[in-house]
């Protein structure tokens, strides 16, 4: 097998798994507050201590992936030009 043709099928591999990521599971972990939520931090005694609810996930703990948010802009613009009145 050669060189280019191993890359093309790695390449490829990857990209069919997320994919089937994207299809199974469409929310990952927020990369912000790693699926917490909030931010934590510590109090004068250094014991851990929830914080400020995440802005970036709005205090859910889950953000879209990108490939999923891909598909759904794909899928939005595709109804919209074939929608027949």
Known sequence: MTPV??????ILGVTLCYIAVCAASPFGNCRKCNGWGFAMKTDRKGRMKRGKDCRRCKATGKRIRVGRWLYNRWARIYRAGTHTP
């Open 5 to 10: 043709l191993l890359a093309i099928t790695l």
